[in-house]
């Protein structure tokens, strides 16, 4: 994204929001389990598994993959899924690490997990975070979750960033043409929808910029609206919500 088309988001996104606007992924959702219901609205609380786990292997602090840091959320903070396709799901893990024996699934959007104050760097760099998912406690790629901040109404700035209202002939590429105007080049966003386009007067699909070149906010979680126009999809409005590494403050920020 260039500094002047950032320049102007950031200073509509300052007035609309009232505060200033990672990685390799290395444990693939849904690797192991099944898809999440499609046309199913957007989740907030935690679901039931919809894989059979594997039986864990027993963890201690001794046994545990790579080195703690302090980079992830706080005891307690409370943490979303984010940045998985609407199909797919998360797998909650008995240990830092891709190869660790899956506990629990969480579906795209799931709300609801419970940081427990233990974040781990593997040698390869990737993060993980300890969580607990309906009373089981287990491991997550940190690139997966994030506190949820506020959300506000963002479509004066995605007009004026587009430069009008535009059109699109699917919700799928008019969530991703609006997403576009919150992801950032370098390094570059991953853009998910999250939950599928719903039908209607009015239509809408949730899409998750994941990946913005800063510390404390791991993205951005945008619903988008349009309405059936004669040759497709015209965009009608859009909300923001601000996805936060480490927890939200009292004001409704990252911390």
């Known amino acids: 994204m ?6 102007l988001i950031a200073g509509l996104l300052l007035v609309a929001l009232g505060c200033s606007p990672s990685g390799t992924v290395i444990d693939t959702p849904g690797s192991v389990g099944s898809s999440s219901t499609s046309g199913a609205p957007v989740s907030t609380s935690v679901v039931g598994t919809t894989a059979t786990p594997t039986t ?18 706080s005891e307690g903070v409370s943490l979303a899924v984010i940045g998985v396709e609407h199909d797919d799901v998360l797998n909650v893990r008995s240990g830092p690490g891709p190869d660790e024996p899956i506990v629990a699934t969480a579906e795209p959007t799931s709300a609801g997990l419970i940081a427990l104050g233990r974040t781990r760097a593997l040698p390869d760099g990737a993060l993980w975070t300890e969580v607990r998912v309906r009373q089981m406690d287990g491991w997550v790629h940190l ?4 506190a949820l901040a506020g959300t506000d109404d963002v479509t004066s700035a995605v007009v004026a960033s587009l430069g009008e209202y535009p059109t699109s002939p699917s919700m799928r590429e008019m969530g991703r043409l609006v997403a576009t105007v919150f992801a950032s080049s370098e390094p570059a966003s991953r853009i998910v929808m999250v939950a599928p386009a719903a039908a209607g007067e009015i239509q809408d699909v949730t899409v998750d910029v994941v ?4 510390d404390s906010i791991r993205g951005y979680r945008v619903h988008v609206f349009a309405v059936a126009v ?5 965009f009608y409005s859009a909300e923001l919500t601000t996805l936060c590494t480490r927890g939200v403050t009292a004001a409704g920020l990252c911390a």
């Not at 864990?56 to 959320?73: H, I, Y």
């Open 2 to 7: 260039t500094g002047t088309r950032w320049d």
């Open 143 to 146: 690139g997966f979750v994030a």
């Open 56 to 73: 864990p292997a027993a963890t201690t602090p001794s046994t545990l993959a790579g080195r703690n840091v302090d980079d992830g959320p």
């Open 230 to 234: 004669s040759d497709g999809l015209s």
């Open 211 to 214: 990946g913005v070149g800063d």
